[in-house]
């Protein structure tokens, strides 16, 4: 309950400055602000066929899109990308383990080309973890290598959590376990509540998804190419490729499926019990602004099969910003 009074009470103090913040940006600049690019067909990095082929499946009563590559008789390495992102950010890591696994990058439930629920409840924590258990039959597969992150990530743990017997290793990026992230916060870490101001304000209705639309997006750019949140290595995600996440999201009702993952959070706490068995490899982008990389080294207390990855230089998208070295150390960790 307190939990819920303190979300209710942040939500109000970033909602109303977010008010008065997107109110000053359109009176500002109308026309720039609420002018936003058409598009009608994907661009072409999206169609590259190198990356693998573009499917469909039912679990958990959903129509999920996914893309695969590889051999379907090898073990199955099953990716869970973040917000506000999709299939896609897995780019790299498809190309690297195509060879050695039957990989698959999903479009998490109410993403781009998966079906979307319009109830915020169809977006709690169980139901997501519950999409993650019904898949991996569904593509043919009794086990997997479970890779995520951020969101995916949240996701993954309780997949690891409540059905360890599904996931062989654990691969988590830029995403604290639920324990530690609510022991950060409750030990005083006032900088976290600040890095997260987003997911009080994304409690709101409507206003979020309006907010993301303005002056054509320029959110989503500046989330991966900004000064302040975006990548360093502009070679492995070089601007052009960020109209790959605009064309996604600007779709009619694209944005709402993805934002109700926020607006679920607070409802209903899920239950960890006891320590986490899964082999488990946790890499993190240090200069990662949205989560403190202080959190990362506190997992020891609940992961008991624990291997810890840092990255100086890189970002909150770790995975795209530093493909070589999470590469690496993926690969290091599934060979051990």
């Not at 995916?152 to 690891?160: D, T």
């Not at 602004?289 to 770790?318: E, G, R, Y």
Request: hydrophobic content about 40%; charged content about 20%; some cysteine.
């Amino acid at each position: 309950m307190a939990a819920i009074v303190v979300c209710f009470v942040l939500t109000g103090i970033f909602g109303s400055l977010t008010v008065l913040h997107t109110v000053a940006r359109i009176i500002w600049s109308p026309w720039r602000a609420l002018t936003k690019q058409r598009r009608d067909a994907p661009p072409s990095c999206l169609l590259d066929p190198s990356l693998g082929t573009h499917n469909y499946v039912t679990a958990n009563g959903l129509k999920f899109h996914y893309v695969s590559s590889g051999d379907k008789t090898k073990p199955l390495m099953l990716f869970l990308h973040g917000f506000p992102e999709f299939w896609f950010s897995w780019r790299h890591q498809i190309k690297e383990f195509s060879k050695d696994y039957h990989v698959v990058a999903i479009d998490m439930r109410g993403y781009n080309e998966t079906e979307r629920p319009t109830k915020r409840s169809d977006y709690a924590v169980d139901i997501l973890r519950k999409d993650i258990i019904k898949l991996v039959p569904a593509l043919g597969h009794d086990t997997c290598i479970l890779v995520a992150h951020d969101w995916g990530g949240v996701v993954a743990w309780a997949v690891a959590a409540k059905n360890p017997e599904l996931v062989e290793k654990l691969i988590v990026m830029n995403c604290p376990h639920p324990r530690i992230y609510e022991m950060f916060i409750t030990e005083g870490n006032i900088g976290q509540v600040k890095k997260s101001n987003y997911m009080y304000i994304f409690q709101l209705p409507w206003l979020p998804e309006f907010i993301l639309q303005l002056h054509d997006y320029k959110l989503l750019y500046d989330c991966f190419q900004g000064k302040e949140m975006g990548v360093h290595n502009k070679a492995s995600f070089p601007p052009s490729l960020v109209e790959a996440y605009k064309y996604v999201f600007s779709k009619p009702g694209a944005l709402t499926g993805p934002i109700n993952y926020y607006r679920s959070l607070f409802t209903r706490r899920s239950k960890y019990r006891g320590p986490l068995e899964v082999p488990t490899l946790l890499i993190w982008g240090d200069d990662d602004t949205i989560l403190d990389k202080k959190m990362a080294d506190m997992h020891t207390s609940v992961v008991t099969k624990l291997v810890v990855k840092h990255i100086s230089n890189c970002s909150h998208w770790v995975q795209q910003d530093t493909p070589e070295a999470v590469n690496h150390y993926m690969r290091e960790f599934l060979n051990s």
